[in-house]
């Protein structure tokens, strides 16, 4: 049984959805535990895939917890993983009560501090049978702020389906390079800084166009801020794109602003595609990727670095750098290989239980 309680879709959504579906192709029963009407509602019931509503209210609503165990002993789970802080303590009490092995998956850092770090290391490193990070660098801070048995954290990255991306570029019809960032368009994932980037992109590499794709509410702020810079006619606001492999053949160069990421989809995306990615030391691709071999690392929340290392890609041979970015994701993040590793430790903690 997953838990998800993502509103709109996003990476840790996708990586969840893509999970269940590779699961049932093996054979396996899945269900999710998912908010009312969210889009992962919607994909699941379009997928076939079991799942089941709830509105939790609070984190501690301890009113639906018969209904989790009911689902539980209905649906004859034999592990939870809860993937959503909303449903960390009620999917781990459902558990306990069930007698049935848990684990929480970290998309995300979620650092924390004072009582809520102190109720964290109780959940962590008493509450849950494991932690899977989806980053190394997850894995880091967890093991720096609640001083949890290594063992007890599992690293398993996103996964994806390599094959969907290899789409052939379109015929570009004039000598301009895109470059895009693929994002829900909401504040903390420093969209602003990349708007802020794009005046000093464009004085050094003239022939720049951008793209932002993705729909939320700070898309008013950005579009305002884009016309205040007087590059209405260099920059497209794409909308929430569906065609996501098409997409990435669309652009030339991908950024992943965000000052602290887990592991971005988006960016994963991007790289199967070949398309490089200019991204920040606050997310999981630091330990991926090595700066202009495979894509560039620059310091979050710094629009002066960022447009130099997107500058500094425009000006290199940038399609051999994607293409290395793109034998990395096959290497690391095809999915089957990633459903091997988890499929494993859920062998393992259901084995252990019995």
């Known amino acids: 049984m997953f838990f998800d309680a993502t509103r709109e879709w996003s990476g840790g959504a996708n990586r969840m959805f893509l999970c269940c579906r590779e699961l049932i192709r093996r054979g396996h029963n899945v269900v999710v535990c998912s908010l009312p009407g969210n889009e992962m509602s919607k994909r699941l019931a379009q997928e076939g895939i079991p799942f089941f509503n709830l509105e939790p209210r609070s984190d501690v609503n301890l009113l639906v917890l018969p209904e989790i165990v009911r689902m539980i002993r209905e649906h004859k789970v034999d592990i939870l993983d809860i993937h959503s802080p909303k449903f960390y303590w ?19 850092p979620f ?8 109720l964290n290391k ?16 997850i894995k880091r801070e967890l093991l720096e702020d609640y001083g949890l048995d290594e063992r007890r954290i599992e690293v398993i990255y996103d996964g994806l389906d ?13 000598a301009n390079v895109w470059v895009g960032v693929v994002s829900r368009l909401v504040f903390g994932k420093g969209l602003e800084c990349f708007v802020e980037a794009m005046p000093m992109i464009c004085r050094q590499v003239p022939e720049t166009r951008f793209m932002i794709a993705g729909s939320g509410p700070l898309e008013d702020v950005l579009r305002k801020r884009v016309v205040e810079f007087g590059l209405g006619n260099e920059v497209m606001f794409a909308g929430f794109r569906h065609d996501v492999p098409r997409l990435f053949s669309e652009l030339d160069i991908t950024v992943v602003p965000s000052p602290e990421e887990g592991m971005s989809m988006s960016a994963l995306e991007s790289m199967a595609s070949g398309r490089p990615v200019v991204a920040t030391s606050g997310g999981g691709l630091v330990d991926i990727i090595s ?14 670095e ?15 750098v994607g293409m290395k970015a793109k034998r990395i994701v096959k290497e690391k993040f095809e ?12 062998s393992s903690l259901v084995s252990n239980q019995r």
């Open 111 to 118: 650092r924390k501090k004072g009582l809520k770090r102190r």
């Open 162 to 174: 390599t094959a969907r991306f290899e789409m052939p570029s379109p015929p570009s019809a004039n």
């Open 291 to 304: 700066n202009m071999d495979n894509g560039v690392i620059v310091t979050p929340d710094n629009p002066a």
């Open 122 to 137: 109780l959940l962590y490193g008493f509450l849950v049978d494991r932690v899977v990070a989806i980053s190394d660098k």
């Open 335 to 346: 999915l089957t290989r990633i459903i091997d590793r988890y499929e494993a430790l859920l």
């Open 306 to 320: 960022l447009a130099a290392g997107v500058v500094a890609l425009l000006r290199s041979d940038y399609r051999a």
């Open 90 to 108: 009620l999917g781990t009490f459902a558990a306990r009560l069930a007698g049935r092995p848990v684990m929480i998956t970290r998309n995300v």
